[in-house]
T-cell receptor
Framework: KAGVTQTPRYLIKTRGQQVTLSCSPI?????VSWYQQTPGQGLQFLFE???????NKGNFPGRFSGRQFSNSRSEMNVSTLELGDSALYLC?????????????FGPGTRLLVL | AQSVAQPEDQVNVAEGNPLTVKCTYS??????LFWYVQYPNRGLQFLLK??????LVKGSYGFEAEFNKSQTSFHLKKPSALVSDSALYFC????????????FGKGTRLSVIA
């Protein structure tokens, strides 16, 4: 079974631009979560989607948004990019959204904001 | 609020020696506990998780973890380290009740020296 895929793998943007990242979960997985990873802050939870609805949201500004489609694929969008948005963005999927379910991570999208 | 502490930023161990990566948590009740590993330029890979029952959990690549309720710890161990085990290790916790996201520790960089 194919793992979680994320596109693109690398992205360079300039301040003020916007970006859209894509995540395809493992087949059959209905929950998708997004995380931001930086050297200083570690892994921080952005949001979780289940059945096309946002179920949880982390402490990030409204510039960060996302959505999930009927096939469980998810996108996240960052508008008005700032230098501090440079990070590795990780997507994770799980079968369901109960706590015991293991989240499986994609390889990430590395975003560099210049 | 729930939190996870990985008290060591870096752990160095000689190849063939046993290794321990420490993790303590602060969560009400008995949480689900996870260990993930991250290799350079890769996403997180699931190693093992504690749900209930036996306090010693066996996982992938020869790793195991010991759950200690009284010390609220979930240390990762391996009897004999390999150079290929060198990576960044993350402990994560999720409460059993509610639908809250995974909370990760800051990560511990393991370096296995030949």
């Amino acid at each position: 079974k194919a793992g979680v895929t994320q596109t693109p793998r690398y992205l360079i943007k300039t301040r003020g631009q916007q970006v859209t990242l894509s995540c395809s979960p493992i087949s059959g997985h209905r929950s998708v979560s997004w995380y931001q990873q930086t050297p200083g802050q570690g892994l921080q939870f952005l949001f979780e989607y289940f059945s096309e609805t946002q179920r949880n949201k982390g402490n990030f500004p409204g510039r960060f948004s996302g959505r999930q489609f009927s096939n469980s694929r998810s996108e996240m969008n960052v508008s008005t990019l700032e230098l501090g948005d440079s990070a590795l963005y990780l997507c994770a999927s799980s079968l369901d959204r109960v706590g015991v379910e293991t989240q499986y991570f994609g390889p990430g999208t590395r975003l560099l904001v210049l | 609020a729930q939190s996870v502490a990985q008290p060591e930023d870096q752990v160095n161990v000689a190849e063939g020696n046993p290794l321990t990566v420490k993790c303590t948590y602060s969560v009400s009740g008995n949480p689900y506990l996870f260990w993930y590993v991250q290799y350079p330029n890769r996403g997180l890979q699931f190693l093992l998780k504690y749900i209930t029952g036996d306090n010693l959990v066996k996982g992938s690549y020869g790793f195991e973890a010991e759950f200690n309720k009284s010390q609220t710890s979930f240390h990762l161990k391996k009897p004999s380290a390999l150079v290929s085990d060198s990576a960044l290790y993350f402990c994560a916790v999720r409460p059993r009740s509610g639908n809250t996201p995974l909370v990760f520790g800051k990560g511990t960089r393991l370096s296995v020296i030949a």
